[in-house]
């Protein structure tokens, strides 16, 4: 299985460092990837920039094009690229299959919208009307998109299809730990010849890579999907010239179970919320907020749903599947460990399979928890739930808002007052009540409050990041 780098219209064979990716689902080495040297990253924002005025200028119809001829690439090739993120992830085909239909309808969305960003005309108030003001939105030029790698094709759809529709160049790198899918999209993108310089894939290590991208003066734009660290990171590297930024970056989400709530179905959406992905989401719900009166219950249905998990991954049947290393695994059981010394009792799981290779590691239910507790106040991003218990509404929000970030929430309650208060007092970019968003993020601002970053990806107001405002005033 051959991968490479895709700069400049062509596939290289990465001069950077040598890195084993690995296969969650079994803890084998899929393949020793080389990745970009300093000197190619560079040449692949080389590349951008010199696309960028041909790809800008070129009428929208055109790029759409494009645009339809790399969707139906990934569509004629949808069996590999499923498999192969299902591999490098540890995805069921299901969840990966997931992955790569976003990718493929985010590039159709993106194009559509983009047919709908119009500029304005505004007469001037000033004068006798006969001067006008015509407001334009123009591509921003070339932008670096640095995706994360427990969603690599999903995220690859938030950042390439608005680059594309509007007219911007962009350099991506895929995360080192899942790199392949998105390189054999720069293969596919290749073989149909789309046009030079328009699309760069690199991968490879933070120094050789990331930081490259980021210091560089030619990108106007850095968009990332990642931790709250590394966002700051990234923002502190690419702060020697002018650039914007849009940055989905940490959680810590919390679920209010009211005591009117229907709690069959709040424990069934949160026990399997907390099972997706193993998870590894952004959005995954981090603390359980539950009322004293319905707590045991609760927890009751949510332990008896971990208990019957079923853990694989790929073709598989299964409820969950791996976290995507050791090192991820040792974070997590650490996290457990703590909290139980802190006082927390664990009901269920944390613990490892004997009879499963990979990384997997059973879901954990942890009641007694206090909201100072590490596990309450970090992003798990593990198949951990914590749950603390509450008395009155008041106290719910305020634990709730009583942390750093600010990008899901979600509340169960029958009470149409509660409901009006949690949507408008819970301190986050996305409020989810009785319900999750649905299938797809498409066509729905993802946004954040807080540490949890700038941007609404997979909307039309994430489009709009990628254009400029040009005013021109005018009298005929």
């Known amino acids: 299985m051959e ?6 219209g062509q596939l290289v064979k990465g001069e950077g460092t040598t890195r084993p990716v690995y296969a969650p689902g079994t803890g084998e080495k899929i393949v020793s990837l080389a990745g970009a040297s300093r000197e190619q990253t560079l040449a692949a924002l080389d590349s951008a920039q010199k696309a ?4 800008s200028r070129m009428s929208l119809n055109e790029r759409g094009i494009w645009i339809n001829k790399l969707k139906d690439a990934l569509l004629e090739h949808q069996e590999e690229l499923v498999e192969l993120l299902s591999l490098e992830t540890g995805k069921s085909y299901a969840g990966a299959s997931r992955g790569f239909q976003v990718l493929c309808d ?6 559509e919208e983009a047919r709908r960003v119009y500029g304005r005309v505004t007469p001037d108030y000033n004068t006798d009307y006969k001067t006008y003001h015509l407001t334009q939105y123009q591509p921003l030029g070339v932008v670096v998109s640095h995706l994360a790698w427990n969603m690599p ?9 608005p680059a594309l529709a509007s007219g911007c160049t962009c350099v991506i790198k895929p995360a080192s730990l899942t790199p392949l899918s998105a390189l054999r999209i720069g293969q596919l993108a290749h073989e149909i010849g789309f046009p030079t310089g328009v699309v760069n894939i690199v991968s490879g290590t933070v120094d050789e890579v990331g930081t490259t991208l980021n210091e560089s003066p030619i990108p106007k734009m850095i968009t990332l999907i990642g931790s709250t660290q590394t966002g700051l990171q990234v923002v502190a590297a690419s702060s020697r010239s002018i ?7 940490g959680g810590n989400a919390p679920a209010v179970v009211m005591a009117d709530a229907e709690l069959p179905a709040a424990a069934r959406f949160l026990a399997g919320l907390k099972m997706n992905n193993c998870g590894q989401l952004c959005t995954s719900v981090n603390r359980a907020i539950v009322h004293e009166s319905v707590a045991e219950k609760f927890c009751a249905m949510v332990a008896e749903r971990f208990k019957a998990c079923r853990l694989g991954w790929g073709r598989e049947e299964c409820d969950m599947g791996p976290l995507i290393s050791e090192g991820e695994r040792t974070r997590v059981m ?6 139980v010394q802190a006082g927390a009792h664990l009901v269920c799981g944390g613990q490892i399979p004997e009879e499963k290779p990979g990384y997997y590691l059973t879901p954990a239910l942890l009641t007694g928890c206090t909201n100072d507790m590490e596990i309450c106040r970090t992003e798990i991003f593990g198949p951990v739930l914590p749950v603390i218990t509450f008395r009155t509404l008041d106290e719910a929000i305020e634990l709730a808002n009583d942390t750093e970030y600010g990008l899901s929430s979600y509340a169960y309650t029958t009470n149409l007052s509660s409901a009006f208060r949690l949507y408008q007092e819970l301190e986050t970019g996305e409020v989810f009540i009785n319900v999750w968003g649905g299938g797809s993020p498409l066509p729905y601002p993802h946004s954040g409050m807080k540490k949890s970053g700038i941007g609404a990806d997979f909307s039309t107001d994430s489009l709009l990041e990628y254009y400029r405002i040009k005013r021109v005033c005018m009298t005929p």
């Open 52 to 55: 960028f005025p041909l790809w």
């Open 243 to 249: 650039k914007s930024h849009s940055l989905e970056l």
């Open 3 to 8: 991968f490479y780098q895709y700069f400049g």
């Open 153 to 161: 094709l999903l995220n690859l759809g938030a950042k390439l299809g």
């Open 106 to 111: 985010a590039l159709s969305f993106y194009y």
């Open 334 to 339: 650490g996290l457990i460990d703590r909290a």
